[in-house]
Nanobody, 123 residues
Framework: QVQLVESGGGLVQAGGSLRLACAASGSIFGIDDMAWYRQAPGKQRELVATITSVGSDTYADSVKGRFTISRDNAKNTVYLQMNSLKPEDTAVYYC?????????????????WGQGTQVTVSS
């Protein structure tokens, strides 16, 4: 089992910055891709950014140039640096991790989610 614990959310004024962190613990061997998602009220959860175990990253068009995803494998932690925040960035942000492990003769895949952290950007 893997647990994901997020931190760094809060209330910030438009144009400000926040850094979210997600620390993985438990049976973390085999974790590959990690990602940040967000969900605003009345909207579907959307992918914000992804990062592989070797640091390759992707971003949603809406956050390119403003957000940066990174990870520290030694600390089993993924970060989301959010700059130039806009009111439309207001959402609950979720950390996601994918894991692949070989258990006996089976190759098993797992997916984990953090509890979500609220980010509110005021105008």
């Amino acid at each position: 089992q893997v647990q994901l614990v997020e931190s760094g959310g809060g209330l910030v004024q438009a144009g400000g910055s926040l850094r979210l962190a997600c620390a993985a613990s438990g049976s973390i061997f085999g974790i590959d891709d990690m990602a940040w998602y967000r969900q605003a009220p009345g909207k579907q959860r959307e992918l914000v950014a992804t990062i592989t175990s070797v640091g390759s990253d992707t971003y949603a068009d809406s956050v390119k140039g403003r957000f940066t995803i990174s990870r520290d494998n030694a600390k089993n932690t993924v970060y989301l640096q959010m700059n130039s925040l806009k009111p439309e960035d207001t959402a609950v942000y979720y950390c996601n991790a994918k894991q692949e492990r070989r258990i006996l003769t089976s190759l098993r895949r797992y997916e984990y989610w953090g509890q979500g952290t609220q980010v509110t950007v005021s105008s």
